[in-house]
């Protein structure tokens, strides 16, 4: 199940909450606490549309300029689990709309932080290369602001829907920094070609 698609669900959950109306406006993080559950979730689809479409940018431009050079090509086949593949949220639509709006909420915010270090990661490998365009460089580093936002964003929400809840910082690890890092340009490749699959998938709403 993807983010965007997500965060649609649980806006329609919540539209469907007979005390929508009645949630206490509780404090939650600077920039937020003043805002409506419903604008946070309006906030928060838009800008998961963003990343979405960045993310498609990115993706499209890697492959134009960068994977695919003469000699270079690497079948779908050799493709590896994605680190967030462990996640829950990869439930049905129709499992998640059974879901109640919190837990929802902390998978989103799960997947998103699991995103952190990987981005920070590709942003820096892409910068090291001479074949990396600068627009692609732009991108990834505006989609690792923007992942941030979102993350806030959501935690906004769950301080609304369940004021108090604990917060989850322990995400699912990502362990190609070696591969991404690997003195063999073929390696460092397919790293970031499996990496920005695995964020299309997750990211596409």
Avoid at 38 to 52: C, E, K, T, Y
Avoid at 53 to 65: G, P, S, V
Avoid at 141 to 169: F, H, T, W, Y
């Amino acid at each position: 199940m993807l983010t965007g698609t997500l965060l649609m669900l649980l806006a329609s959950n919540l539209i469907l909450w007979n005390n929508v109306a009645s949630v206490p406006m509780h404090a939650s993080l600077t920039g937020y606490d003043y805002m409506s559950l419903h604008d946070l979730l309006d906030h928060a689809i838009i800008l998961s549309h963003n990343v979405s479409d960045l993310t498609a940018e990115m993706h499209r431009i890697f492959l134009e300029d960068v994977l695919y050079k003469p000699g270079r090509w690497f079948p779908e086949s050799y493709l590896t689990a994605c680190h967030t593949s462990t996640l829950t949220i990869s439930v049905s639509k129709e499992g998640a709309q059974r879901m109640p709006g919190v837990f929802l909420v902390k998978e989103m915010i799960s997947m998103l932080g699991a995103w952190k270090y990987p981005l920070y990661n590709i942003a820096t490998e892409l910068s090291y290369m001479e074949e990396a365009p600068n627009e692609i460089i732009s991108r990834v580093k505006n989609i690792e602001e923007r992942n941030k936002v979102l993350i806030d964003a959501l935690k906004g929400i769950l301080n609304k829907i369940q004021p108090g809840s604990p917060e989850n910082e322990i995400y699912p690890m990502w362990n190609g920094l070696a591969s991404l890092q690997s003195p063999d340009e073929d390696v460092r490749y397919f790293t970031l070609f499996n990496l920005l699959l695995c964020l299309v998938k997750d990211t596409h709403c």
